[in-house]
């Protein structure tokens, strides 16, 4: 079983929406189960709207439901303590900081790290603006000149998150091909994150 898990130094990151799309890849390759830790029960909320490939469960439920699973996926609260950040670190595969492309973003990213020090974790970076903005690069290069693993992918920013939220669905299952595209930036990632988890 490969435990990832996803947090964030703050609110308005995509957190629960990156949760939510990284378990829809891994589903397609093994038995997956996406923990619900987050208070706002986002993931929860979005698989009760319509249907999702993969189960969800509210982290008091999951011990019974995580044997066997090949991909357990945690959503967490938003600011966890310097403390938790470690013991989240300690306890998964993987650790992913979605963060958003601005400078404002930056120094708690940095702190974050500092604070993980050489824990197994990549930041990504989402909400991307398109092109001819360059701030999706801008933060890449910034993270990594600062010694903190990223990952290739960004997420791209998207109305199409909202509307696959109140539908209830992953971004892939909507009709408009626009939409999809933003898929087709968390399918990148999901193959970045089983390079790192060691499975092909």
Same mark, same amino acid.
């Given at each position: 079983?490969?435990?990832?898990?996803?947090?964030?130094?703050?609110? $308005?990151?995509?957190?629960?929406?990156?949760?939510?799309?990284?378990?829809?890849?891994?589903?397609?390759? $093994?038995?997956?189960?996406?923990?619900?830790?987050?208070?706002?029960?986002?993931?929860?909320?979005?698989?009760? /709207? $319509?249907? @999702?490939?993969? @189960?969800?469960?509210?982290? *008091?439920?999951?011990?019974?439901?995580?044997? +066997?699973?090949?991909?357990?996926?945690?959503?967490?609260?938003?600011?966890?303590?310097?403390? &938790?950040?470690?013991?989240?670190?300690?306890?998964?595969?993987?650790?992913?900081?979605? =963060?958003?492309?601005?400078?404002?973003?930056?120094?708690?990213?940095?702190? =974050?790290?500092?604070?993980?020090?050489?824990?197994?974790?990549?930041?990504?970076?989402?909400?991307?603006?398109?092109?001819?903005? *360059?701030?999706?690069?801008?933060?890449?290069?910034?993270?990594?000149?600062? +010694?903190?693993?990223?990952?290739?992918?960004?997420?791209?920013?998207?109305?199409?998150?909202?509307?696959?939220?109140?539908? $209830?669905?992953?971004?892939?299952?909507?009709?408009?091909? /626009?939409?999809? @595209?933003?898929?087709?930036?968390?399918?990148?990632?999901?193959?970045?994150?089983?390079? &790192?988890?060691?499975?092909?």
């Amino acid at each position: 079983m490969k435990l990832i898990t996803i947090t964030g130094y703050k609110g $308005g990151v995509a957190k629960s929406c990156t949760a939510v799309h990284l378990a829809t890849f891994l589903s397609d390759r $093994g038995d997956t189960l996406l923990v619900d830790g987050d208070p706002n029960r986002t993931a929860l909320k979005w698989s009760e /709207r $319509g249907k @999702l490939p993969f @189960l969800v469960a509210d982290e *008091r439920q999951a011990m019974k439901m995580v044997a +066997g699973r090949d991909y357990v996926v945690i959503d967490t609260p938003a600011r966890p303590h310097t403390d &938790d950040l470690k013991e989240l670190a300690k306890g998964c595969d993987l650790l992913i900081l979605p =963060t958003t492309p601005d400078v404002i973003s930056l120094e708690p990213m940095l702190e =974050t790290a500092r604070d993980l020090g050489e824990a197994h974790y990549k930041a990504l970076i989402t909400i991307v603006p398109p092109y001819p903005s *360059r701030e999706g690069e801008t933060m890449q290069n910034d993270l990594q000149s600062n +010694g903190i693993p990223v990952f290739k992918s960004m997420i791209r920013r998207s109305a199409g998150f909202q509307k696959a939220a109140l539908a $209830g669905v992953p971004l892939r299952d909507l009709p408009e091909s /626009r939409s999809r @595209l933003a898929w087709l930036d968390y399918e990148a990632l999901g193959k970045e994150v089983l390079e &790192d988890l060691g499975n092909e």
